[in-house]
């Protein structure tokens, strides 16, 4: 059989971890139309009668603003150090200047690199792919290029089998019926965090973590899940957006969490979210990897 471990690399808004979600054909990394939103290194695992993909999303490159950014960047590099093969994704509107210094980056670590073009569905004739591909193969020393739309599950299972192809033979990483290794409450946390950053994203950009303080049986109702949460933000006077006019916003969000937690989890939840500050988080390490940011 065939097994190893993949590294998706990209700019922000790459569509990563849409990517991602698409290959392992379950949602493990949550989703954003706005850049930079990944922050744990997701691991997401899929099995199949050609063997074993452990699939690693990262945080996506930008500039190091914060303490927190800053060990996002080294997470990144301890996942291509780590990889046996790098998909690194790009637009179908071409190179940028981001993406060329992703894999002038990629370059210095000498592994093998399947290039995904990202996104065709946004073109209008397949035909313009083609100058891309070519241009694409004389810049770079590439084991592959696959085009896919991610969003629409164009071209997925092409994919797995390019990479499965280039996949070292080996036993299973990772027990068959695992999927993840994101802790239960991680996962609770992000799809929280989704919610609030899809809701409140013009308003506040990047001040947003979710913690789960507490998960339990209902006293009366056992087959119930009880979750306490808090809403992380950095600044006091972001807290009214979050929690809206009489306390629309925070409602909102809390509604559209509980029903995917409750998908997740096979059970009725109740959701019990509250708005917390916590002073300049991003640049407290001791803060922050209470979130799950660089434990994993």
């Not at 992703?102 to 995904?116: A, C, D, E, G, R």
């Given at each position: 059989?065939?097994?190893?471990?993949?590294?998706?690399?990209?700019?922000?808004?790459?569509?990563?971890?849409?990517?991602?979600?698409?290959?392992?054909?379950?949602?493990?990394?949550?989703?954003?139309?706005?850049?930079?939103?990944?922050?744990?290194?997701?691991?997401?695992?899929?099995?199949?009668?050609?063997?074993?993909?452990?699939?690693?999303?990262?945080?996506?490159?930008?500039?190091?603003?914060?303490?927190?950014?800053?060990?996002?960047?080294?997470?990144?590099?301890?996942?291509?150090?780590?990889?046996?093969?790098?998909?690194?994704?790009?637009?179908?509107?071409?190179?940028?200047?981001?993406?060329?210094?992703?894999?002038?980056?990629?370059?210095?670590?000498?592994?093998?690199?399947?290039?995904?073009?990202?996104?065709?569905?946004?073109?209008?004739?397949?035909?313009?792919?083609?100058?891309?591909?070519?241009?694409?193969?004389?810049?770079?020393?590439?084991?592959?290029?696959?085009?896919?739309?991610?969003?629409?599950?164009?071209?997925?299972?092409?994919?797995r089998d390019t990479i499965f192809r280039h996949l070292p033979e080996g036993d299973a990483l990772f027990p068959?019926?695992?999927?993840?290794?994101?802790?239960?409450?991680?996962?609770?946390?992000?799809?929280?965090?989704?919610?609030?950053?899809?809701?409140?994203?013009?308003?506040?950009?990047?001040?947003?973590?979710?913690?789960?303080?507490?998960?339990?049986?209902?006293?009366?109702?056992?087959?119930?899940?009880?979750?306490?949460?808090?809403?992380?933000?950095?600044?006091?006077?972001?807290?009214?957006?979050?929690?809206?006019?009489?306390?629309?916003?925070?409602?909102?969000?809390?509604?559209l969490a509980r029903k995917e937690i409750e998908v997740l989890l096979g059970k009725k939840v109740y959701l019990?979210?509250?708005?917390?500050?916590?002073?300049?988080?991003?640049?407290?390490?001791?803060?922050?990897?209470?979130?799950?940011?660089?434990?994993?």
């Amino acid at each position: 059989m065939k097994s190893g471990t993949i590294s998706v690399i990209g700019k922000p808004n790459a569509g990563k971890s849409t990517l991602i979600n698409a290959l392992l054909g379950q949602k493990v990394s949550i989703v954003s139309s706005h850049p930079a939103i990944t922050r744990i290194r997701i691991l997401g695992i899929h099995n199949s009668e050609k063997g074993q993909i452990a699939i690693l999303d990262t945080p996506g490159f930008e500039k190091i603003r914060n303490e927190l950014g800053r060990m996002m960047q080294k997470t990144i590099i301890n996942s291509i150090e780590e990889a046996d093969i790098i998909l690194a994704v790009i637009e179908s509107r071409g190179w940028q200047t981001e993406d060329e210094r992703i894999m002038q980056m990629i370059k210095k670590f000498n592994k093998k690199t399947i290039l995904v073009i990202n996104k065709v569905d946004l073109l209008s004739h397949k035909e313009s792919l083609l100058p891309l591909i070519k241009e694409s193969n004389e810049r770079y020393e590439l084991a592959d290029i696959v085009p896919v739309s991610a969003s629409k599950n164009k071209n997925i299972d092409a994919l797995r089998d390019t990479i499965f192809r280039h996949l070292p033979e080996g036993d299973a990483l990772f027990p068959e019926d695992m999927t993840t290794n994101l802790p239960l409450q991680y996962i609770i946390a992000e799809i929280i965090r989704e919610k609030a950053v899809n809701r409140t994203y013009q308003e506040v950009p990047q001040s947003i973590a979710v913690e789960v303080e507490e998960m339990k049986k209902g006293t009366k109702n056992k087959e119930m899940i009880v979750i306490k949460a808090d809403i992380i933000i950095d600044r006091e006077n972001l807290k009214h957006i979050i929690i809206g006019k009489d306390g629309a916003k925070l409602k909102e969000i809390g509604q559209l969490a509980r029903k995917e937690i409750e998908v997740l989890l096979g059970k009725k939840v109740y959701l019990e979210l509250w708005v917390k500050v916590i002073k300049d988080w991003r640049e407290r390490p001791d803060i922050f990897r209470r979130f799950g940011y660089g434990n994993i």
